[in-house]
């Protein structure tokens, strides 16, 4: 592939659909491009997807010839690209329509590249490709720092230019896609999924009349299967979040004891499936921490779901909260403290370490099903409430998590938002 870095550069040609036009201009020096040659280039089939989004990108750089020769030959490409010769009417540009790729060159005279991004946001939908004269150590790590998709350096070819939009279109494509997914899951799955779980609940409870033991025991089934089907989505779903960088938080006091006293009614039917003792011991005096109560409630129903889980049938679960002073929290403060213990097999000291990994499951119960995407969701869920979650397990005995999370947070609010890490 020919090099057409210099006639990018300089906006010595122009091109259209209809074919590769060759053109000359003279700014002191003369400049060719064989016809031939870009003609071969432009007849290769650019690897795009059809489909939405729309394949729309938008060029910003502040040499209007520049910016005009990257978007024509986008184009030819079938690329929809318009073009912005400065940042503010870049800026003006993204508020007025959906780009999911932009092209932005770093110094312009009116407001700098930065600046474009920064009005961007972190939005996984879009996806930025820097180009730069320019290039430092500094602007480097500031790209880096706005999550920028792809940092390019004048003179360049634009084969690495096109290859570099095809990525950043497709990437965007699957971000999408997922985000898409997640939103099917979340209104045409779950919303069932939850009418099941009522009503096998209220039938279960004798609400609508007694029952025989082996209508009870399909109740149980359904009731508990479709509780892990729940689980699994809500796992995902949140999994997904933290990939995106998108897990919101929205603190307020929550009471620990209740989140334990729902749980051990939400898993009843599991429970008695399995006819496990389970004790609750809950400290009357715990005082409420802050934080977002549905990712608290997911974070310990993962463990108390893996307890039940885990436990062979007749065993013994105990779940308890209490009030952990500075010098015994590991957060070297004081803390609410939710600890559950189960019997059973436990967990190996090599496994112990990664018990927290994403996927990660024990090789040692593979006939035990189970998405490996539970604890990592605790571990995340917790940290972001600048808490800590530890396991400790002695094998064919006792395994045991406990939570520890921040009492006293008056003047450190815990954010809206935690990022990807």
Do not use: W
């Amino acid at each position: 592939m020919p090099s057409i870095s210099l006639a990018i550069e300089l906006g010595f040609f122009n091109t259209t659909t209809d074919g590769c036009k060759e053109q000359k201009e003279n700014f002191g020096c003369e400049a060719q491009i064989c016809g031939g040659e870009l003609e071969e280039f432009m007849s290769e089939e650019p690897n795009l997807e059809v489909g939405s989004p729309e394949r729309c990108v938008l060029v910003v750089d502040d040499e209007k010839r520049m910016a005009d020769s990257v978007a024509s030959l986008l184009r030819t490409c079938g690329y929809q690209a318009d073009t912005a010769y400065g940042g503010r009417e870049a800026i003006q540009k993204l508020a007025e329509k959906d780009y999911p790729v932009v092209i932005t060159d770093v110094r312009m005279h009116d407001v700098d590249g930065f600046e474009v991004i920064r009005s961007i946001g972190d939005n996984p939908r879009i996806a930025v490709i820097v180009i730069t004269a320019h290039a430092s150590t500094e602007s480097a790590i500031e790209a880096v720092h706005h999550k920028v998709f792809d940092y390019i350096t004048k003179p360049f070819d634009f084969q690495e230019l096109r290859e570099a939009v095809d990525r950043a279109y497709a990437h965007v494509n699957a971000v999408r896609f997922r985000e898409d997914m997640i939103s099917m899951i979340t209104h045409d799955i779950k919303i069932p999924l939850s009418s099941i779980i009522g009503y096998s609940s209220l039938i279960f409870d004798r609400t609508t009349g007694e029952l025989n033991p082996r209508a009870r025991e399909f109740v149980q089934t359904i009731n508990a299967n479709s509780l892990k089907i729940l689980a699994l989505i809500d796992n995902f779903l949140t999994s997904c979040k933290i990939e995106a960088g998108h897990l919101s938080i929205y603190p307020r006091q929550v009471n620990l004891n209740f989140i334990l006293e729902d749980l051990s009614c939400v898993l009843q039917a599991e429970i008695e499936r399995k006819k496990l003792n389970v004790t609750v011991e809950l400290d009357p005096d715990l005082p409420p921490v802050m934080g977002d109560e549905n990712m608290l409630f997911r974070a310990i129903s993962n463990i108390f779901a893996n307890a039940c889980k885990y436990t062979p049938v007749g065993g013994q679960i105990t779940a308890r909260t209490m009030r952990v002073g500075a010098p015994a929290s590991p957060l070297q403060r004081d803390s609410a403290c939710v600890q559950i213990s189960n019997s059973g097999p436990g967990i190996s000291p090599d496994e112990l370490p990664k018990v927290f990994d994403k996927y990660r499951r024990s090789r040692a119960h593979g006939t035990i099903e189970g998405s490996g995407l539970g604890l990592y969701v605790t571990r995340y869920v917790i940290e972001a409430h600048r808490g800590k979650v530890e396991v400790t397990s002695r094998q064919n005995e006792l395994t045991t998590f406990t939570v520890y999370l921040p009492l006293e947070t008056a003047g450190e609010p815990i954010q809206e938002a935690s990022g990807n890490r």
